[in-house]
């Protein structure tokens, strides 16, 4: 068995959802989107819940923040924002074929969903859950954390967009249609250069770790 990264996720604040199917739409998209950027395999279950396996375990917190992005990015009104709680699972495992998903199972698999299950008991939506804890490295999920609670639609587009191709900030700009200075300031609204920084540092301090 190699080491993967395993997310368990939920939709926060479900039960406020109207449109159910909208809702379940994004949560494919954001699964979609991390297979064809990282290689994973996702499903998406109960609704409003999913979970997904990272073959490289270093990319398992970039994978987290894609799929919030992608979630924040395709809410319906600024009054409504779509986001989720997400455990990320690092341990032994095999990333299963999507007919064999339900079967999964692994050290990563059970970190995860039990992380999902502690995450619930409080006001977190993010955290990491590893077999001996990393407090420095948690302490620094807990700042990104909450940079990515306040996200608009508009600074997660641009941010998912960042972690998902290698457009360049003109060719994000030609491609949403919007003013390099516009894609700037979002991306200075969505505190870009932290988030990069912290995604760069987690992912190296992941490899030494496994």
Do not use: C, Y
């Amino acid at each position: 068995m190699s080491v993967i990264g395993v997310l368990s996720g939920d939709i926060v604040a479900s039960r406020d959802i109207s449109d159910k199917r909208k809702l379940r739409r994004a949560i494919d998209t954001g699964i979609e989107r991390l297979g064809q950027s990282l290689g994973a395999v996702g499903t998406r279950f109960r609704g409003d819940a999913f979970q997904v396996a990272i073959p490289e375990s270093r990319d398992s917190l970039a994978a987290a923040v894609i799929m919030r992005a992608s979630l924040i990015e395709h809410s319906p009104s600024r009054q409504q924002m779509w986001d989720a709680r997400i455990a990320v699972g690092i341990g032994e495992g095999t990333v299963p074929t999507l007919e064999n998903f339900i079967d999964a199972d692994g050290e990563a698999f059970i970190r995860s969903g039990q992380g999902l299950d502690a995450l619930s008991q409080g006001d977190r939506r993010l955290g990491l859950f590893l077999a001996t804890p990393q407090p420095e490295l948690d302490l620094l999920i807990r700042f990104a954390d909450d940079i990515v609670s306040h996200w608009s639609h508009n600074a997660a587009e641009v941010i998912r967009f960042n972690l998902t191709t290698d457009h360049s900030q003109s060719e994000l700009a030609r491609r949403l249609g919007r003013s390099q200075p516009t894609i700037n300031r979002r991306l200075s609204a969505a505190r870009w250069p932290l988030i990069r920084d912290f995604l760069a540092f987690s992912r190296q301090r992941l490899e030494t770790l496994t």
